[in-house]
C-alpha cells in the first residue's frame, strides 16, 4: 500500500524537506537563521540516534533495529537540512517525523518487500546494521559540489577505519547498499578527522559492554555501621592509611559497587573524628576513675622522631593511653619531669592530690629526674625501662669489649673495600647473584667503628650483611681477577688472608650471636611486658646465657660479666628486690613442706633494699609495724596449696611456652588470703602489678610526618585525638607493633632465600666453613 511516507526506491534522487528560510535582504541574517535550523535539524539527528542506541540493548522499540537516522546536507552550504530514516532491510528511505508510523506502514504492513512480521521469519531475526554517524560539518563553511550524492553522507559504519587508525588516508569507505557501488567520502576535516573517529569508534565499543550494575543500595543504618568501621579502621592505621585516599577514584567505584555513599576525608577528620575520640575518651577515664591506684608509663624521650608516649597501668592489667608529647627534639630532663608529674595530677583530678599515682616507668633520659620525683614524693616507685636497658647493653657490648671493637674494625676494613675497589666489587657482586641471586653494597657506618657513636645500629646491620654474604666473600678472594687485584695492593691480600682465616668468622659469629640473644630477649620483653618483680630473673636469665656462650665460643667469661654487672647497677632499683620476695609467684618449698620467700637469692645489700623500701613506702610510725609482718611473712610464707594455685603454668597455644595461667592472682592473692598483713600486703598489692618496661604503641612514619608539617593547634589537636584512639583499639588487643613493621615482616617471609638476613647464619658458615679453599 502506498503511503504519505512512502517514497520510490528505483528513484536515484532522493526527496528531501526544505529549510524554510526567511527572506531578508540582509545576508547576514540569512546565514544566522540557516544556521539555527542546522542545529535544531542536528539535535533532532542527535536525539533519534540515542533513541535507537537505546532500543538496540533492548530498551526501547522493535523497529529501531531495522531504522537508521541519517543526516542530508545541502548540497550549496554543506549544512544539514533534514533527517531521514533509512531502512536497513531495502535501502528506502523516509521523513524522519513519525518513526512509529513509518515503521506501521512500511514495515507491518508489507510495504518493505524484505521484511516479514512472522516469528519465525529469518528477515525479522537479522540483527541490526553498526549504530556510527559522521562527525557534523556544521562548523564548516566549505561549499561541496551539487554533483556529490547524498548518499555519501550517509551513516557509515566504524569498523571502516584502517587498523592502523591514525595512518589511514583521507578518504574513508562508507557503507553503501548492495545495490549501490562502493564510495568513499573524504571527511570534512581532512586527516584531522581520523583522530576523533576513532576515539568515537572506542565511545561505542564502551557503550555496547556497559559497566558492571552496582551492588544493591545498603539501608541507612547499615550504610552508617560500614562508615563507622571504615572510619574505625582508618583511625586505627595511626597515618598507614591516608584519610584523603577516600577521595581516590577506584575507591569511591568500590564504595559504589558494594552500595555505599561516598565519603569526605574532612567528614573522616572531622565530625567522625570527634565522634570516635569522646568515645574513647570517655571510656579510657572510666577505667582510670574505677582503679585505685596507677602507674604512669612514658615511652620515646630519646626516640629520633620526638613523639612521647603518656600511658596509665592499671592493676587489672589494662593500659590505657593518656596523651602524646610532640617534643621535636631532645629535651632537658627537667620538662620531662614536668610533664610526668603533671600528668599524674592530672589522672588524680586535678587537685594536687597525687597518692593514686604509685609510680613512674620510663626510657632513660636521666634517671636523676626518676629519683627526684620519688625522693620528694615517698609512695611512688620511679623505675627505668629493662628494655632500654637491655638496649644499651650491646652498645656497652661494642664499647667494653674487645672482640665486638675487633670484629667491627675487619669487616669495616672489607666492606671498604668491596665497596669501593671496581675490580673487588664487580667480582664479589658476580658471586652475590649466583649465591643470593641479587648483588648489591655492604652496609657500612658513616664513621669507622673505632670512632664512639651513638647509635650502633649500621654497625649491627654491616656485619649482618658481612655474615650473610659469607660465601660470596669466600668465593671473591679465590677468584683470578681478585688475584691479579691484589698483587698491588696490600689491603687487597689482607682482606684476602682475613676471608681466608676460619677465626675471623668464629669471631663474627660469636659477636653476632650475643647480639642477637640479647635483642631475643628484649624482643620478648616488648611483647610479653614483664612487671617489676620478673627483674631480677630476667638478668638472671641472661647472666646463665651469656655463661653459655662464653663455654661456646671460648670466651673470657670475666670481661663480659663485669659489662653485664656495670649495666645491671645502672638499671637496678630496690623495688626490684622487694616485689621479688612479696610476689608468691617465686616462694619457694622448704624442708617442711612450706611455701617461703626467696631471701636465699639475694645478696645482703639487695636484702637491706627490701626493708629500706618497704618502710619508705609506709608512714613513720607504721614503719615498724611493716617490718614486723615482713619478719612474719619470711618465716611462715604462704599456705601451700594457695602457692601452687598462684605458680600453675600452662602452654600458650600461639608461643608453645609455659606460661603463668592467671597472672593477677599473686596481687588479688595479698588481698584476700593474706588479709593479715594489713601495711606489708597494701605495699605489695602496688608493687606487684607495677610494669618494668615503657612500651607504648608503635606510630606510623606517616603520622609522625603529618604531625610534623601540622604545626597548628587544630593540626595537634586531631593528631593527638588520632592516636587516643588508635592506641586505645591497640590496647585493647593488645597490639603494640605498627604496620610498618608487619610490611618489612610479610616481606621478609615471602621473599626468596637470598636477601639480606642474619637468619640462618649458622648454616652460611658451615658451608663456607665446609666449601673454603685453605691457600690462595
Not at 111 to 130: G, W
Not at 384 to 389: A, I, K, M, V, W
Not at 486 to 506: H, I, K, N
Not at 565 to 573: A, G, Q
Request: hydrophobic letters at 40%; charged letters at 25%; a neutral charge.
Amino acid at each position: 500500500m502506498a503511503t504519505a511516507n512512502t517514497v520510490d526506491t528505483t528513484s536515484a534522487a532522493v526527496t528531501t524537506v526544505s529549510l524554510a528560510i526567511p527572506s531578508s535582504s540582509s545576508a547576514a541574517a540569512a546565514a544566522a537563521a540557516e544556521d539555527a535550523a542546522s542545529k535544531a535539524v542536528l539535535k533532532r539527528y542527535d536525539g533519534l540516534v540515542t533513541v535507537r542506541a537505546k532500543a538496540i540493548k533492548g530498551k526501547g522499540a522493535w523497529y529501531w533495529a531495522h531504522l537508521e537516522p541519517m543526516l542530508v546536507h545541502s548540497p550549496d552550504s554543506g549544512l544539514p537540512k533534514a533527517v531521514k530514516l533509512r531502512c536497513s532491510l531495502c535501502d528506502a528511505v523516509f521523513s524522519a517525523s513519525n518513526p512509529s508510523r513509518t515503521a506501521s506502514e512500511h514495515l507491518k504492513r508489507g510495504t518493505c518487500p524484505n521484511f516479514n512480521s512472522s516469528p519465525n521469519s529469518a528477515a525479522h531475526l537479522l540483527p541490526p546494521k553498526p549504530l556510527s554517524a559522521l562527525p557534523s560539518p556544521s562548523h564548516h563553511h566549505r561549499k561541496r559540489s551539487s554533483a556529490t550524492p547524498i548518499t555519501s553522507y550517509q551513516v557509515t559504519p566504524l569498523s571502516v577505519i584502517d587498523p592502523s587508525r591514525l595512518c589511514s588516508p583521507t578518504d574513508v569507505v562508507v557503507y553503501s547498499s548492495p545495490q549501490q557501488p562502493q564510495q568513499h567520502l573524504v571527511l570534512s576535516g581532512g586527516k584531522e578527522d581520523l583522530g576523533p573517529l576513532a576515539m568515537l569508534e572506542d565511545s561505542v565499543k564502551k557503550l555496547k559492554s556497559p559497566k558492571a550494575s552496582p551492588g544493591p543500595a545498603l539501608g541507612k543504618a547499615q550504610a552508617e555501621s560500614a562508615l563507622g568501621l571504615l572510619s574505625d579502621w582508618l583511625y586505627e592505621s595511626c597515618g598507614a592509611v591516608s584519610f584523603s585516599s577516600v577521595d581516590h577514584p577506584k575507591f569511591r567505584d568500590f564504595l559504589h559497587q558494594v552500595g555505599l555513599p561516598p565519603v569526605s576525608p574532612r567528614d573522616i577528620a572531622g565530625p567522625r573524628l570527634d565522634s570516635r575520640y569522646a568515645e574513647a575518651a570517655s571510656e579510657s577515664d572510666a577505667r582510670v576513675r574505677d582503679a585505685l591506684f596507677f602507674q604512669v608509663s612514658a615511652d620515646g624521650w630519646r626516640s629520633a622522631d620526638g613523639v612521647v608516649n603518656v600511658t596509665v597501668n592499671l592493676p587489672n592489667e589494662t593500659t590505657v593511653f593518656r596523651r602524646a608529647v610532640f617534643a621535636g627534639a631532645r629535651v632537658p630532663s627537667k620538662y620531662a619531669e614536668e610533664v610526668l608529674w603533671d600528668t599524674a595530677v592530672e589522672v588524680c583530678g586535678g587537685d594536687g592530690n597525687a597518692h593514686r599515682c604509685v609510680g613512674i616507668v620510663s626510657d632513660r633520659f636521666k634517671s636523676k629526674a626518676l629519683r627526684d620525683l620519688e625522693s620528694r614524693n615517698h609512695w611512688m616507685v620511679n623505675l627505668p625501662c629493662q628494655l632500654q636497658g637491655f638496649n644499651s647493653l650491646i652498645k656497652d657490648f661494642f664499647r667494653e669489649l674487645q672482640l665486638f671493637r675487633a670484629v667491627s674494625a675487619d669487616c669495616f676494613k672489607l666492606a671498604d673495600l668491596f665497596n669501593n675497589k671496581t675490580q673487588a666489587r664487580n667480582t664479589f657482586q658476580k658471586y652475590q647473584l649466583q649465591e643470593l641471586d641479587h648483588a648489591c653494597l655492604l652496609r657500612t657506618p658513616p664513621t669507622p667503628p673505632e670512632a664512639v657513636v651513638p647509635d650502633f645500629s649500621p654497625v649491627l646491620a654491616m656485619m649482618d650483611d658481612v655474615l650473610g654474604s659469607a660465601g660470596a666473600l669466600q668465593m671473591s678472594v679465590v677468584d683470578e681477577s681478585y688475584k691479579l687485584a691484589c698483587v698491588d695492593d696490600p689491603v687487597a691480600a689482607e682482606v684476602a688472608e682475613m676471608v681466608r682465616d676460619v677465626g675471623f668468622w668464629t669471631n663474627l659469629e660469636a659477636a653476632h650471636s650475643l647480639v642477637k640473644l640479647v635483642k631475643a630477649m628484649a624482643q620478648e620483653m616488648e611483647v610479653e611486658r614483664p612487671l617489676v618483680g620478673q627483674c631480677l630473673p630476667l638478668w638472671g636469665e641472661l647472666r646463665s646465657k651469656v655463661k653459655s656462650w662464653c663455654v661456646k665460643f671460648s670466651v673470657p667469661e670475666a670481661p663480659v660479666e663485669k659489662v653485664i654487672e656495670v649495666r645491671f647497677k645502672k638499671n637496678y632499683h630496690p623495688a626490684w628486690s622487694a616485689a621479688y620476695i612479696l610476689d608468691p609467684l617465686y616462694l619457694l618449698r622448704d624442708s617442711s613442706g612450706k611455701y617461703l620467700p626467696p631471701f636465699k637469692c639475694l645478696t645482703p645489700e639487695q636484702e637491706k633494699d627490701v626493708d629500706r623500701l618497704i618502710t619508705r613506702l609506709v608512714s613513720r610510725e607504721e614503719a615498724h609495724i611493716a617490718l614486723m609482718e615482713l619478719m612474719k611473712w619470711r618465716s611462715e610464707g604462704l599456705d601451700p596449696l594457695y602457692a601452687q594455685a598462684v605458680q600453675v603454668k600452662q602452654r600458650d597455644p600461639v608461643t608453645g611456652k609455659m606460661r603463668i595461667a592467671n597472672p593477677p592472682s599473686s596481687r588479688l592473692v595479698w588481698e584476700t588470703c593474706l588479709s593479715e598483713f594489713k601495711l606489708l600486703g597494701k605495699v605489695a598489692v602496688r608493687l606487684l602489678f607495677l610494669h618494668a618496661t615503657a612500651c607504648g604503641f608503635r606510630c606510623n612514619w606517616s603520622l609522625l610526618k603529618w604531625v610534623s608539617g601540622a604545626r597548628s593547634r587544630v593540626g595537634m589537636e586531631r593528631a593527638q585525638k588520632v592516636m587516643l584512639v588508635a592506641a586505645h583499639a591497640r590496647l585493647e588487643r593488645r597490639e603494640f607493633s605498627c604496620e610498618e613493621e608487619k610490611d618489612v615482616e610479610l616481606f621478609a617471609s615471602s621473599s626468596s632465600n637470598g636477601g639480606r638476613s642474619g637468619g640462618g647464619d649458622d648454616d652460611a658458615l658451615n658451608e663456607v666453613f665446609m666449601d673454603a679453599t685453605p691457600s690462595v
